[in-house]
Every structure is written in C-alpha cells, then in structure tokens.
C-alpha cells in the first residue's frame, strides 16, 4: 500500500541512495502529523496507491522521507511513479477545490461507487477537472519553429501549445493558436500523441502540422522571440526527451538529420 501524501503542494517521499519511493503505511508511523483527505487513486503494480494530505507540517521528518515538488520529481523518479504522482496531485488539488456544492453551497460527500464528489443537498456531481491542451510541431521545409515563452531562460526554446477553448475541435485550436501566438497559418495537421501534465491538470495533446502561409510575428504576451531553426543549429535549451513538447522535437530531428557517410 503506497501512500501519495502533500503538503504545501509538495509530496512526501522516500529516498535511499538516491532512489526515489513512494512510502508506505509502515513508513508513515513516525510521521507527526494527521492524514486528511484521503483516496484511493488506483494500483502501481500491485500495489493499491491513496493520496492524502497534511495540513501541518511536523518540525522534523524521519530520516530518509523529504518533501519534494512534482517538477523535480519528474527529472529524478521513474516515469511510471511520476505518473501516479501526477494523478494523485491532480485528485487532491480537486478535492481541496470541492468541499462545497458549487451550485447551492453545501458540504460534498465523496461518492462510494466512483470518483465524484456529490451534494446531499441537490445532487449536483462533480468530477476531477482536466484541462486540455494542444502542442504542436510546426515544420517548414527543413525547419521547425520554435518559441521562447516570457517566462523561460533566455536559451530556452520550445514549441507552441495552449489551452482547448469551449466548441473547439482540437485541430482549430491548433490552428487558432498558432495564428494568435506567431500569427502564421499551418495545414495538414496531424494527430502525435499525448502526455498527462499535472501542472496542476493539464493534458497535452501532440500534434504536428506544416506551414502554410505568413510571416512570424510574435504576440509579445505569451512569446518573447520566435524563429525557424534546422537540426543543425538547435537552440541551446529545448525541454527533455520525457515531455511531449522533447518527443516532438525528436520526431523533427529524427526526420531532418542529415544521413552521416559511411
């Protein structure tokens, strides 16, 4: 039985010799403190896992547990552990946001038969939220574009991705992104894949896409500078092959590189 357990949006976890594990029951008695919110999230392995809270933090851990923030448990935990760990803090960010009916003001009780909150006053469900989001893979000719966001290091680059839109299909918010971030056109949009990004509930749903028409001209709100760069003159920075935003630059390289001489 593993235990996901936040406090200040950080999770507890346990590390030996550089390992990072998920703690269990047994690992949580010499924690000081009360357990609050707590669900049962689904299995790793064998596992059965539950999320849980701490509203206190104790003066002192036990030797070996340390809280952690989800994004460095990203570069440091496997992937399989990450994931849990991103589901669990998504339910739990969720669960401190529906203590209350958003349509009349009661209490909620967690339903028995499935994961929702329910009002016992007018019935109204909720569910956890997830917020969908496109990224995409902008190619023209033996070129991809790539943009630095206003927050990121002045090295860092990536490609374009925002949030889905109600009446949106996927592929016009592609479109509609792009047109609003860089204000160019792309055609031939195709479909690459998808990665759960808790931070804290997104979804990012991969595509790729070829320019169609226009010049770049950034929006100066989101992006800072947008370029079109080869596989032989890559930024300095550009996200890890972990994330979707890394496999999509992969994907690009894969198919430009030069073939090396025998």
Known sequence: MLWFVFYNQKLLVKINNDTIYIPNKEDLTELETQLTKEIYIGRLGNSPCFVAEVTN?????????????????????????????????????WVRKHQFCGQCGVPTKNKTDELAKE???????????????????????????????????????????????????????????????????VKNI???????????????????????DGEIAV??????????????NMPAKIPGKRTIAGRLIEWFLEQKMPLMPK
């Open 119 to 185: 009002c016992p006053s007018c019935g109204a469900t909720s569910f956890p939220r997830i917020s969908p989001a496109v990224i995409v893979a902008i190619v023209k000719e033996d070129k991809i574009l790539l943009a630095r966001n206003i927050n990121f290091p002045t090295s860092f680059y990536s490609v374009l991705a925002g949030f889905v839109e109600p009446g949106e299909t996927l592929e016009e918010c592609v479109q509609r992104e792009v047109q609003e971030e860089v204000g160019i056109e």
């Open 190 to 212: 195709k479909y690459f894949g998808s990665q759960s990004w808790p931070f804290p509930d997104s979804l990012m749903i991969g595509f790729t896409a070829e320019y169609a």
């Open 219 to 232: 929006d100066n709100m989101e992006l800072s500078h947008a370029d079109w760069f080869s596989c032989c």
């Open 57 to 93: 933090e104790p003066l002192s851990l036990p030797v070996g547990l340390n809280y952690e923030s989800l994004r460095k448990l990203y570069i440091k935990s496997e992937d399989d552990i990450f994931r849990m760990a991103g589901r669990a803090h998504q339910i739990m960010n």
